[in-house]
């Protein structure tokens, strides 16, 4: 990160994941607006592509409270404690991006197609 945000800069872009906002934030001078993204690259006639990771929650065991926690985690309610603190992207199509705490981490979940996965036990 320090590449990109020296005089002069050593670096123009670097590929980093949805935590980059904070990072920069935090490690160098630079302050929101003065960095932004763009699409990963497409291949052909494939339409925007988005490379990502997830995270996955599983019950070892099969009772009602375990149930009820990924019910739980599963809600707008649960994404907005995470993504507030910024450095997350939300799969949750319900989620309200008006919580994210800037306007890049908002506008890059806007770009994402997400898809709510229902909670199932094993």
Do not use: H
């Not at 990924?70 to 603190?85: I, M």
Request: hydrophobic letters at 40%; charged letters at 20%.
């Amino acid at each position: 990160m320090q590449q990109v945000f020296t005089n002069p800069p050593k670096a123009a872009t670097v590929y980093e994941g949805d935590f980059v906002a904070g990072v920069i934030t935090a490690e160098t001078k630079a302050k929101e607006g003065d960095y932004d993204f763009f699409d990963f690259p497409t291949i052909g006639d494939a339409g925007a592509a988005v490379v990502g990771g997830g995270d996955a929650a599983i019950a070892m065991t099969d009772n009602e409270d375990a149930q009820k926690l990924l019910a739980f985690l599963a809600t707008p309610e649960a994404a907005e404690v995470w993504a507030s603190k910024g450095g997350f992207t939300s799969a949750n199509q319900n989620l309200d991006t008006s919580v994210y705490p800037d306007e890049l981490t908002a506008l890059g979940r806007s770009r994402c197609v997400c898809r709510d996965l229902p909670v199932r036990p094993v």
